[in-house]
């Protein structure tokens, strides 16, 4: 990769995403396409959009948006990542399923490697965020992308349910021992779909969240049209739910668009806020208040009985995190109650230790 060396936290996120990616098998691979596809025709968009076309998997991880768009026809896909593990397993997953008009590179979404409008698709599945930039990141996408070309945009969306805990988590945690944190999970949690969700949820060192309003705003003024985000999707999609009326504790949902460019940039004027270095402003609701409350409470039992005790602390929240993640797979609203009452077993289970 030519240009800007990768900063220590970007080197720390292309790892953790590699250490993901590459406990999965041939079925667990399969498993994380599945919902791609799901989500596509749930908004009938159709899988032919891909057919003969020239397409970019912008931070491809484990080759996952890759495969999905050559098994969907497309003429190549041109995957770039910054973690070389990650690179190896999308070129080794590629040529065992027999397709050689995929190019795999170690790029940055920063610095693409590629002429203007090159593209006719732009596949970022949840990576912009997760840059030392998220609009130079879109910046750079749209560069690349021909206009009439199509942009597919997955980032997280400020609030809800999953954000409020990972918050909390991220802050019991910290970062000072991940790699410790890692063999611990690795005792802890056989599967390999959840190890790579613990990962990705709790140690990467960027984590901004952004409203629908920000960022639909952003890509009006980027020349895009088609701007409402993607209303469905997996049951346990936080967007999927909110549609479906369960509202108040899925803060804006997850924000995914299905773009077109029709052309230049319109107005620079208006970049994606970053207040904090956590994205666009957000205020939890009251509802909230009562979590908060007894996250605290959580954390004040693991300071004065557990002070060092990483495994604990790894042990409850890989509880909590569990907990909430199974209420989200079931349909209809999400069930705070039996959340509450986790919470309050763990907190008696820890007084009484």
Known sequence: MKGTPLKAE????????????????????KSVIQPIIERFKKNNIPLETFQNKVCLDAGCGGGRGTIFMLQNGAKEVFSVDIDQQLIDYTKAKTKELGFENAHVSFNSILELPFDDEKFDVVFC????????????ALLELTRV???????????????????????WIRSVLGFSEIEKSIKYLHLLESNPLKLAAYLDDWFMPMFRRYTAKDMTARLQSLGYENREVLKYGTVYDTSHRKNAGDRIFMGEGDLRFFSRKT???????????????????????????????????????LKSKFKDGLLTKLTVV???????????????TFDMAAYSNHLDKTISLLGGI
């Open 10 to 29: 970007e080197k720390l996120t292309g790892h953790l995403y590699g250490a993901g990616f590459s406990l999965f098998d041939d079925q667990e691979f």
């Open 125 to 136: 599945n949840g990576v912009i965020h997760r840059t030392d930039n998220p609009d130079s």
């Open 145 to 167: 992308l021909k206009p009439g070309g199509h942009l597919f945009l997955y980032t997280l969306g400020a609030g809800g349910i999953n954000y409020h805990l990972m918050d």
């Open 263 to 301: 052309g230049p940039i319109q107005s620079d004027l208006v970049p994606l806020p970053d207040v904090n270095h956590q994205g666009s402003a957000y205020v939890y609701p009251k509802e909230f208040l009562q979590l908060s409350k007894k996250h605290e409470e959580i954390t004040d039992l």
């Open 318 to 332: 890989r509880s909590l995190q569990d907990k909430v993640r199974d209420l989200l797979k079931k349909e209809g």
